[in-house]
């Protein structure tokens, strides 16, 4: 399945590397039903042409606001009028293990509030709708002077864009997100409604969302249905939410034009050629290796018993997730016709830029200019990758508290990246967030992941030592975690309220450590915001500049994690010498685990082999359509012409990892879960048949 | 699926062409569960250490004595005590198609007799039941005199088989074969019970044989019932089959240990490098281009109208499943991997000889006397393959008959290949054969392939100038079937009774084409004798001998559409990134109807769809195995331990085409039809539970 672009956003964003491309460049064309649009500029002519779909602003305005936005990092609808928000369970996955514990086990199980008072409060889930973007890019550009250099510019840039985010903020109370379009080409402010009040209404049993676990993940054909209900709720009421997509049970057809309206996390179609060369050497394989052994450590500990395994699943999980897709991605950039591709486009727009004086002196640099930042980033390469601390964990909700106290006192505009007025009430409730910590797998983890980090790094490194402070992995670790309260909200709360001198007292091992390693994180992000990020910027935008000048604007962003607007037909493709079908059915379910023997992760949950026989069996699960999506847009309907919604996309095929790089329709394939086997398993298998009704509109 | 061996045969036999391994090389080494093995040396140790299991001389007799070869190119068992034999509907198609008219098709409609008197006699379908094997290398080896030129060596050789098969023939009235294994390390006689009494009794539609057609076809998880029942009759009545394969409705399980006794056709495992090359850059292409032609003629032809449609149904299946054989073989020759670990070996193999001065002497010219043959055998490439005549076809007839008069004339020794004293009854039976032919069929295909044969042989090609007689295509084709009684069976029989003089005499239009093509023909032949055939004869033997000298026979030798055993267990294996199961059910089959809305080739056959309620849907279907098969194999029985029926082969996967030049159980898989289906539905869906009450032996 799809990474939620959550993870994507901690490995891009927390740890500076520059492997994920932050900047992005316009398409030079958009070929067959490639495209991620925003909602300013959609395909208009395109659909007009190609479908004879006539896209009209009232379609678009609807289905916009209709589409959400999750912090779990994905995306969701509302699918009826009273805030029923339909979304992955592989979205809210994480959220259900917060929530369950030894006694209730929501993932295993799944659950269902037969009644309001039943539904379930997220502890920290939060909800982003779109309602307005406005075009900034003047004014963001107006503080970027001639003569300045990079990193002032950065600077200036960054600082303007935090003003005019916390003007919004003030002035509206929504949440305000200036963001870079098009490598800088163009700046938009995004103000979202934000939803905090979110309420579990359903969940399926992660065994039939996640069917087919690892082996059958980023795969198709597949069975899945990987569903969740929520419900948003405002000033304690079910939210009125107008602004919903109608469902329509008959799912869709082979042969159908669908929408998809979601929130793709990120792509580098447009890097240079230079950038995918360092990706590819200096950063992807050690990434997966790193990631390897840190998977290899949950396993350890999961393997300990029923409870570890239970804490760890989701960990596990996700590293299994992430690896596959990162996988996928690096077998693309070694695919050497997909790198050729790559060059050709390149060198076509150098000739093009080239072809004119005026662009040759404008622009003509940036393409070397990016090599020489690549060229420094792979040389710390190393240091980049190790000093990345994915998923939410001790080590790094220390440190981000350590920050947050000293940030906080800065102007708004100075401050690091993620603690900008706009983010602090998000940053704040995920800091203060309820939800568990596993201590002892974590520290599993670290058995694994210090060694590796020591061979890679040497004993010298100072992110390295900040964590060791002079003893083995071993003692280390054992320091680290004996000696902590973090996992203590209360604590946590302490920390926050008492600022830098509560914090600059603590004797806790973890904010010691997490102090030590401070000024080390500093000066990496430092590093690569002077010799990386700052140079690139300038660069991409003079790119993007370049492209407007010799393209014109006809095309679509690279994903930013913002709402997009994608489409395509349902429609199988050739795969292993023969034809995927546009959909499966639910005797491919039962097919899948009886060839199998029912061995897991090819094992049915209980319920559909007891009940088996209330199913229509052919009613259709999943179905494939040539939409152009990528992680982060797991969660989002795809839509019929009438703008009701069909389907749930959850994956995309193993042809579709390539995408990062290249759209190809032949075999690239958003995977979705059909309507239609969404009533049906909740009215026959889970006697759901209010909320059926309630998505029925019955 | 597998391409039945006599497809393979008619274009290595008939045509001369040098691609098709005619010449075996001893394997270097036998990995994992590679090999087909002769059943004088069975892999006893490497049975007894993986397996540990101990093959006994009398499980060996039984299977052999069960098993069965048919002429129409494909394998088959005895099932029960009275002359049942199993095999696949595709073996047979061919002959059902035959059987077929306008009023009845049993190709569509499938076929069962009720009762014994109903069973419908096939009018050309002969079987061959192995019975005894002797090692007459010696013999054959002894008329080869030192200094010998290599034309003379293999006219001794060639004259010396013919006369060891014709004294066979005479003392035992036993079909009598020569063949040569280990690329003439070995030449065994081997003989044959042949049974020509054979009779349908059941037969699936193809709709549910073929499930999946072109698309599906060499690949997997497939939903294929590819079965027909035969019966042997002897003087009259059900042949007393003692030796019959027992039943076992429970088909096999993932991780089963399993046999296949069959016929594979032919492998080029041990070519040397210098064929592969010649095989990929002259050969394999223009086949397929050629192939291609042919096959837009019949589906020209086929649009015409439903009667039309019929009569191309069986060309067209074959071309296709021909066209994507060869494709998957290709694609084989095109792999660098593959292609570098041939070369590898062939390295180390001629780095050995080279280590011994007297090997060197002996056999260390092999190589490059190969190599030499290969660049004349490309250099005539065009020719050899337009030379090929497909499928039997009234210009095969026809030349066939002309060549027949001439040959029986001169000593056995003296004939051309196919003629010999032992080979006649067969062959009379084919040329007398009632079967009916399609001449607009045929012309319809000649109308593509002449232009293409034009403009790739040029005017002056003798060849093509024998047919087109100077003519337009268009011309040609109407003279050579306008005046032609070639399809009448007693016209037929008044040539070959009536010899040399009555073919002289003819003035039938296609009896005359003939006549111009045959000393064409016959100089194409003698000269490829001359030039490829005995040099690659006589080096092939030196490399056969050095194999033995280097290595030993510690393997099995290619494929040579003989009986073979082979083995392997129940398995899936990495497919499309994530794993195909071991075997698939009749969920699996329903799945695949629904899931492309019951368009053709995934639409069931109504009995399916109206009986879909009596069957038990976790029914296995297909299920794979590590066994090495290749096309001949079809139809085989899949035995477990124990000397049951659990399967019987009917295809290889995608992955399993390259096999023809390398075995790697990764992802090699034969697939079979599991007993359990078969079964399952003679009884819920054909009302056939006296058929299936004879197979469990009730």
């Known amino acids: 399945m799809r990474t939620p672009a959550n993870r994507c956003r901690l490995l891009a964003r927390a740890s500076l590397l520059a492997f994920v491309a932050m900047w992005c460049l316009v398409s030079l064309r958009a070929a067959a039903d490639e495209g991620m649009w925003t909602f300013d500029n959609p395909p208009l002519k395109l659909l007009q042409e190609r479908y004879g779909f006539t896209l009209t602003q009232a379609w678009l305005d609807h289905v916009r606001l209709a589409s959400l936005r999750l912090n779990a990092g994905g995306s969701g609808s509302f699918v009826s009028a009273h805030g029923l928000v339909l979304t992955n369970h592989h979205v809210v996955?994480?959220?259900?293990?917060?929530?369950?514990?030894?006694?209730?086990?929501?993932?295993?199980?799944?659950?269902?509030?037969?009644?309001?008072?039943?539904?379930?409060?997220?502890?920290?889930?939060?909800?982003?709708?779109?309602?307005?973007?406005?075009?900034?890019?003047?004014?963001?550009?107006?503080?970027?002077?001639?003569?300045?250099?990079?990193?002032?510019?950065?600077?200036?840039?960054?600082?303007?864009?935090?003003?005019?985010?916390?003007?919004?903020?003030?002035?509206?109370?929504?949440?305000?997100?200036?963001?870079?379009?098009?490598?800088?080409?163009?700046?938009?402010?995004?103000?979202?409604?934000?939803?905090?009040?979110?309420?579990?209404?359903?969940?399926?049993?992660?065994?039939?969302?996640?069917?087919?676990?690892?082996?059958?993940?980023?795969?198709?054909?597949?069975?899945?249905?990987?569903?969740?209900?929520?419900?948003?709720?405002?000033n304690g009421k079910p939210l009125d939410s107008t602004n919903y997509l109608k469902w329509n049970s008959n799912g869709s057809a082979d042969g159908d034009v669908v929408f998809v309206s979601g929130n793709p996390g990120s792509t580098s179609r447009l890097s240079t050629y230079a950038e995918l060369e360092v990706k590819r050497d200096n950063f992807l394989p050690l990434i997966l290796e790193l990631l390897g052994r840190n998977l290899k450590g949950a396993e350890v500990y999961s393997a300990r018993g029923s409870e570890q395994a239970r804490q760890a699943a989701g960990f596990i999980f996700g590293m299994h997730n992430i690896i596959k897709g990162l996988r996928g991605r690096y077998d693309g950039l070694l695919n050497k016709n997909v790198m050729a591709k790559r060059q050709k486009e390149e060198q076509e727009f150098r000739a093009r830029v080239a072809s004119n004086p005026q662009w040759q002196k404008d622009y003509g640099t940036a393409w070397d200019e990016i090599a020489q930042a690549e060229r420094k980033s792979a040389a710390r390469s190393k240091q980049l990758v190790f000093s990345t601390l994915p998923g939410r964990g001790m080590r790094q909700i220390a440190l981000k508290i350590v920050q947050y106290v000293a940030e906080v006192k800065k102007p708004n505009g100075k401050r690091l990246d993620g603690f900008h007025d706009s983010e602090l009430e998000s940053l704040r409730s995920e800091l203060l967030s309820p939800a568990p910590f596993y201590p002892e797998l974590e520290e599993a983890v670290l058995t694994e992941n210090f060694p590796f980090a020591l061979q890679q790094l040497g004993s010298s490194d100072p992110f390295l030592n900040a964590q060791l402070n002079g003893k083995t992995p071993e003692g280390a670790i054992k320091e680290m975690y004996g000696g902590t309260k973090i996992a203590d909200v209360a604590f946590r709360k302490h920390l926050l309220d008492g600022g830098e001198a509560a914090v600059a007292a603590a004797t806790d091992s973890m904010i010691v450590m997490a102090r030590r390693l401070d000024p080390v994180m500093r000066e990496l992000r430092k590093w690569n915001e002077d010799n990386v990020e700052s140079v690139e910027t300038s660069a991409e935008e003079k790119l993007a500049r370049a492209r407007f000048a010799a393209y014109g604007k006809s095309a679509y962003p690279d994903a930013t994690f913002t709402l997009r607007l994608g489409f395509g037909t349902v429609k199988g493709y050739p795969m292993n010498g023969t034809q995927a079908p546009p959909m499966t059915t639910l005797y491919g379910l039962f097919d899948r685990a009886e060839s199998f023997a029912g061995k897991p992760p090819f094992s049915l949950p209980q319920r559909f082999v007891e009940r088996q026989n209330r199913l229509n069996l052919a009613t259709p699960v999943d179905f494939v359509s040539t939409c152009d999506i990528t992680g982060g847009n797991s969660g989002s309907p795809v839509i019929n012409r009438n703008g009701e919604i069909v389907g749930l996309i959850f994956d995309g095929n193993i042809e579709s990892l390539v995408g990062d790089y290249v759209y190809d329709d032949t075999a690239n394939r958003a995977v979705a879960v059909d309507t239609a086997v969404m009533t049906e398993v909740l009215r026959k298998l889970y006697d759901a048949s209010t909320l059926a009704d309630e998505l029925e509109g019955k």
């Open 93 to 234: 996955r994480g959220q259900l293990q917060k929530m369950s514990n030894t006694q209730k086990d929501y993932l295993k199980d799944g659950f269902y509030a037969k009644t309001a008072a039943e539904e379930l409060k997220y502890p920290d889930l939060e909800m982003n709708l779109l309602q307005s973007m406005e075009n900034v890019t003047a004014k963001v550009l107006s503080v970027v002077k001639p003569g300045m250099r990079d990193q002032d510019a950065l600077d200036a840039r960054k600082s303007e864009i935090a003003h005019i985010e916390k003007e919004s903020l003030e002035q509206t109370g929504l949440r305000s997100n200036v963001i870079s379009l098009f490598g800088g080409g163009e700046y938009w402010l995004y103000r979202y409604k934000k939803y905090t009040d979110v309420r579990l209404v359903f969940s399926i049993e992660a065994q039939a969302a996640d069917y087919g676990g690892d082996p059958d993940n980023f795969t198709y054909p597949r069975y899945n249905v990987d569903m969740a209900l929520l419900r948003v709720y405002e």
